[in-house]
């Protein structure tokens, strides 16, 4: 348990800086903001927030994750804080935790503040929030915020350099932004190959493919949860049962914890 | 039980040996000097200790706990200064040893610490704003936080002033008499003489040499160096002077000077050899032979 006092002193440090603050204060003005921008619709509710965030927040929060996340490990690493932190009686694994702990709450912590500020707007005065849509809300955004945090701290322990793990980063986001402008290519190369549908469209295995990119899982599960959409290749009646809201679920938990365990596997196996 | 105890430990670097099978005891209460040239892979083998750098084959053990297989165990009976660190700049002294008491779950004044490394004055200032000497000295006081059974310490005195390689040097026999042991690598060879039991001589990652460092002045050959200044400089005499017990060898070192090199005791012995010959010694001089003598002696055999 002596991941503690790593915890404790990343937060503390982490909450001091301007930068961070500026991020934090961003992230929930806007979780905050939907909330005021759905309520002022005739009447707000749940769906509506999730719809009036779906295009800004999947980007922000892969941004924010990123942020705290991709040089937790690196960036002490290379200027030598670790060497001097892992001197005392910690365990790799008591760093990796008490960073994951410490930046894990700031990122949770500004989501959720936003968000439930948001849901109180989207109430006010004349909204409706059902409470179960808004946990199934914040859970999933939630997962989807660790999800993403998760890759970075992985990221953060496979190279020594710094400037490694901001190009990766980099690139994590990159990928987010812009995967989906990638499926229309995706259905070019299949056509070419012979492996498209009789319309034209991708194959359910490669939809699947497709859509195990994190974002896009996220608005599956929203979709699937909180708006209750039942129609298109994903979530309509005909689609299988692994392209569905359930399986998103399940593979955001994979995406969660797989980058967590490989990280710490590799933090524990190499020399400082 | 023994401190350290490294077995057959060897640490490759690719196709580079950096370590190249130690066996090593380092005993309860002794200091002990890591002497070597930079890259004579004296830092691989404080890293070991530390698990920063997990052997390729052997092991390295602290008061019993494996180094690796239970790191956190050994590090438990460490204090350490390594090297290469960087303190976190926005703390500032005082929470760095606050810091290092939550780790080792000690209770106690942080004042205590910082009145012993001598940073007291700079307690309150963030630690960014420190020179390497109190940087150097602060994480001491981290180290010394619990009064570790065992003390590491890589290059204490790099980056120091004279006055503060001399405090150092105190602070570290006074932690010592405390019962403590002390592990501690240099290059610098006075700060290994001046305050260690043994000493372990690192060249290209073999262990050339362990001893006291009497013992390697003796095993080095002669141990103390006579300059004697004669009247009649004669070559058949250095044949005499060689003949008597203890003298390892003679020279000419001048043109009116003896050289000769022998055991401590065989000092007066020379000088009546050479009376005995009908030889004025007008005057005479010993020097100790240096650890820097002993050092180029025991790593010029093993290049």
């Known amino acids: 348990m002596s991941w503690r006092p790593i915890a404790r002193r990343e937060f503390a440090t982490l909450v001091d800086g301007r930068s961070v603050k500026i991020a934090i204060a961003l992230v929930a003005f806007i979780f905050a903001v939907g909330g005021y921008a759905a309520g002022a619709s005739p009447r707000g509710t749940m769906v509506t927030y999730a719809r009036r965030l779906s295009g800004i ?80 809300y914040l859970s999933a955004t939630l997962l989807f915020a660790l999800a993403l945090f998760a890759l970075a701290l992985a990221l953060s322990t496979l190279t020594v350099s710094p400037r490694r793990a901001t190009v990766g980063a980099f690139g994590v986001v990159v990928a987010v932004a812009f995967w989906s402008n990638l499926r229309g290519l995706f259905a070019l190369a299949l056509d070419s190959l012979g492996l498209t549908t009789a319309t034209g469209g991708l194959p359910d295995w490669a939809l699947f493919v497709y859509g195990l990119e994190p974002s896009l899982l996220y608005d599956r599960i929203l979709a699937s949860f909180v708006v209750g959409r039942e129609t298109g290749p994903f979530l309509g009646p005909d689609a299988p049962w692994y392209l569905g809201g359930e399986t998103a679920v399940v593979l955001l938990l994979a995406w969660f914890a797989l980058p967590l365990v490989g990280g710490y596997l590799r933090f524990r196996g190499t020399d400082l | 039980m023994a401190a350290i105890r490294a077995t057959e430990v060897t640490k490759r670097y690719g196709s580079v040996t950096a370590v190249d099978r130690i066996d090593l005891t380092v005993e309860e209460g002794e200091i002990f000097g890591f002497l070597g040239h930079n890259g004579a892979g004296k830092s691989t083998m404080i890293n070991m200790l530390l698990d920063f750098a997990r052997p390729t084959t052997g092991t390295v053990e602290v008061f019993g706990s494996d180094c690796q297989t239970d790191s956190v165990a050994a590090r438990e009976h460490m204090g350490v200064l390594p090297e290469g660190y960087s303190v976190y700049e926005s703390l500032t002294g005082r929470e760095h040893i606050e810091f290092a008491m939550e780790s080792k779950g000690v209770d106690g004044e942080p004042f205590d610490v910082l009145d012993r490394v001598n940073i007291t004055d700079a307690a309150d200032r963030p630690a960014g704003g420190y020179s390497k000497g109190m940087a150097q000295r602060l994480v001491l006081g981290m180290a010394l936080v619990g009064s570790p059974d065992l003390l590491v310490l890589d290059e204490p005195t790099s980056g120091l002033d004279p006055n503060g390689a001399k405090a150092m040097r105190e602070i570290l026999t006074a932690e010592n008499e405390r019962g403590t042991t002390v592990f501690f690598s240099s290059h610098v060879l006075e700060q290994v003489e001046a305050v260690c039991d043994r000493v372990g001589i690192m060249h290209h990652g073999r262990l050339a040499a362990v001893d006291t460092i009497e013992g390697l002045r003796e095993t080095a050959g002669g141990g103390t160096k006579l300059l004697i200044t004669v009247d009649d400089p004669d070559e058949a005499h250095l044949t005499a002077v060689e003949a008597t017990d203890g003298v390892d060898t003679a020279w000419l070192e001048s043109e009116d000077q003896f050289g000769v090199t022998c055991e401590n005791d065989a000092k007066v012995d ?15 001089s010993t020097e100790e032979a240096s650890l820097e003598d002993l050092f180029v002696e025991y790593t010029r055999g093993t290049a």
């Open chain 1, 57 to 136: 927040t999947p980007l922000l929060i892969t941004a924010f994750a990123l942020l705290f996340g991709y040089r937790a490990i690196v960036g002490d690493r290379a200027a030598g804080r670790l060497t001097l932190l892992l001197t005392l009686p910690h365990s790799r694994r008591d760093v990796l935790v008490g960073k994951f702990v410490a930046r894990g709450a700031v990122v949770v912590g500004s989501i959720l503040a936003g968000a439930l500020v948001g849901a109180w707007l989207v109430s006010y005065p004349f909204g409706t929030v059902d409470g179960g849509e808004l946990l199934v």
């Open chain 2, 270 to 284: 020379v000088l009546v050899a050479l009376e005995d010959r009908g030889v004025d010694v007008l005057d005479f």
